[in-house]
Each structure stands twice: as structure tokens, then as C-alpha cells.
């Protein structure tokens, strides 16, 4: 079935410093949501991108959908300890949600 | 709003053994979901119902596996004959109708070992 493809796979960064992760798929995608999942708990939604070239923001948080939508980044401005975790984006195929694998996010403080 | 529980948070098994989880997802939501989540990988969907009806199963579940939800409140997943490739967290999350794209409630999950 389809899947998006999560680029990179793990970043360490030292607090502070940005952070962006990206979401490639091969389809014209209907829409892309992002999840983030704290070590230990479980995937939590973030936000949702409908429109093509849709930017939204959370506090230091930026979400773009590409103008084809066909891919997605999340960006994150000057990291903090409490962004550690892994970022899923997934696409809705049919009735249900497929996730990449991820972005494993380490920061150093 | 309670969110989703998932019991137990742990199983630990023997091969062969046959295992049950129970999921009891938001209250006002009709859509229930089944994932399941290896290391370093994104949640996989199993299976899908939308009030009691099963209205999806991945072709990567078994006839081992059956899941239930009788009313269209709690769901079950059963794994029978559990094997060793089955250990893996599993979880259940639940959404809106008549909301388009509505976003995924997961629950805390049910962490699966077989040895």
C-alpha cells in the first residue's frame, strides 16, 4: 500500500539549534498529519495539512504541505529538551492513516 | 473526555499461548483503530471498525488474529497461537464521524512479549 517516506531517520541536535524532518510521497497526497511520540508513550497528533503550500505554526513549531502535495516538513526553531521524541507524518489512504517511520529527535542540553 | 484505555499495559506469553486485549476507546467516538508498533518503526493499522462493523483488515493480519467490538463501544484483539514475531506494542485509537480527517486518539498501549 502507499507510505510516505520520513527523511531522516535520526537527528541529534544541542539545544537550541533547529530541526526539520520531511515527508516525501510518490502520490498526490489528499492530506498529511503529523504526529510526535515522547519516549516510552504514544503517537500524540499535532496538526493536520489539507491545502497545497499550507504553512501553519505552533509556537516554534512550523508545518508546511508542498505545493504538490506530495511533501511535508516540520520545522522546529531553537530546540528544546522537551521536543525529544520521534515525528511521524501519515497519510490517509482509504479509511484509515499509514505512518512513516519516523524522525528519531535527540537534544543535547 | 477520558481518553483511550488499553488493558493490560503489559502481556507477557509463551509461544502458542493465545492473548486478549481490550481497548475502550472516547466515548462519543464511532471509528476505532488497531496498530501495531515494532522498535523504530511507525504504527502499522491491522484493523478498522466503524461502530461495530469491521470495515478493514491489513492483508498483514493473520487468521491468528480476530478483533472484535460487539457493541460499538470496547473492542477486543485476540492473537491466538501467539509466535515470537508477534511481540510488539499494540495500539488502539479512535476518531470522530461525520468529521472529515478526523485525527487519531491513541491510547497508552498494550506492549506484547512473547518468549
Known amino acids: 500500500g502507499q507510505q510516505v517516506m520520513q527523511i531522516p531517520q535520526y537527528q541529534h541536535v544541542q539545544e537550541g539549534e533547529d530541526f526539520t524532518t520531511y515527508c516525501n510521497s510518490s502520490t498526490t497526497l489528499s492530506n498529511i498529519q503529523w504526529y510526535k511520540q515522547r519516549p516510552g508513550g504514544h503517537p500524540v497528533f499535532l496538526i493536520q495539512l489539507v491545502k497545497s503550500g499550507e504553512v501553519k505554526k505552533q509556537k516554534r513549531l512550523t508545518f508546511q504541505f508542498g505545493e504538490a502535495k506530495k511533501n511535508s516538513s516540520l520545522h522546529i526553531t531553537a530546540t528544546q529538551t522537551t521536543d525529544v521524541g520521534t515525528y511521524f507524518c501519515?497519510?490517509?489512504?482509504?479509511?484509515?492513516?499509514?505512518f512513516g517511520a519516523g524522525t528519531i529527535l535527540r537534544v543535547k542540553s | 473526555d477520558t481518553g483511550v484505555s488499553q488493558d493490560p499495559r503489559h502481556k507477557i506469553t509463551k509461544r502458542g499461548q493465545n492473548v486478549t486485549f481490550r481497548c475502550d476507546p472516547i466515548?462519543?467516538?464511532?471509528?476505532l483503530y488497531w496498530y501495531r508498533q515494532t522498535l523504530g518503526q511507525g504504527p502499522e493499522f491491522l484493523t478498522y471498525f466503524q461502530n461495530e462493523a469491521q470495515l478493514e483488515k491489513s492483508r498483514l493480519l493473520s487468521d491468528r488474529f480476530s478483533a472484535e467490538r460487539p457493541k460499538g463501544s470496547f473492542s477486543t484483539l485476540e492473537i491466538q497461537r501467539t509466535e515470537q514475531g508477534d511481540s510488539a506494542m499494540y495500539l488502539c485509537?479512535?476518531?470522530?464521524?461525520?468529521?472529515?480527517?478526523?485525527?487519531?486518539?491513541f491510547g497508552n498501549g498494550t506492549r506484547l512479549t512473547v518468549t
Open positions: 466515548s462519543e467516538h464511532n471509528r
Open positions: 501519515a497519510e490517509e489512504y482509504g479509511n484509515k492513516l499509514v
Open positions: 485509537a479512535s476518531s470522530e464521524t461525520g468529521t472529515e480527517n478526523s485525527p487519531l486518539h
